[in-house]
């Protein structure tokens, strides 16, 4: 697609940005997995990071039989009129999303500001 720049994906999802003709749009990071997108600024994906990261520690699929299969987790969003329910697997694929797109966007703020010479 010309209309977008990538900035990582993974077997679940992807994250660009939006081209508007021959400019970049920067300010905000599409985010889209599981037939969802959110249209994101950096901090709310650190948040969002977060609350995956509350969620990770908080599942207990051991002593369960169905292992993960389930949509047992209620994954909350920065968004807060909206909640995901997904199950494990799946919400280790949404954090290996976020937490690559957060590595790529401070990776490119850092190469373009710090690591100039």
């Given amino acids: 697609m ?3 720049e990538t900035i990582y994906i993974n077997d679940f999802g992807v994250a660009f940005y939006w ?3 021959y400019e970049v749009l920067t300010g905000r990071v599409q ?3 599981k037939e969802t997108g959110f249209y994101l600024s950096k901090n709310e994906i650190r948040k969002f990071s977060e609350m995956i990261g509350d969620a990770c520690s908080k599942q ?3 002593s369960c039989c169905a292992r993960g299969r389930c949509h047992r ?3 909350k969003t920065p968004l807060p009129e909206i909640d995901l329910a997904v199950s494990s697997g799946e919400l ?3 954090q290996d999303l976020i937490e690559g797109t957060l590595f ?3 990776l490119n703020d850092y190469l373009n500001t710090v690591g100039r010479n």
Avoid: M
């Fill in 2 to 4: 010309d209309n977008v």
């Fill in 19 to 21: 081209r508007k003709e």
């Fill in 31 to 33: 985010i889209v997995f």
């Fill in 60 to 62: 207990d699929c051991g």
């Fill in 73 to 75: 987790f209620l994954l």
């Fill in 92 to 94: 280790t694929k949404i």
């Fill in 104 to 106: 790529h966007l401070e």
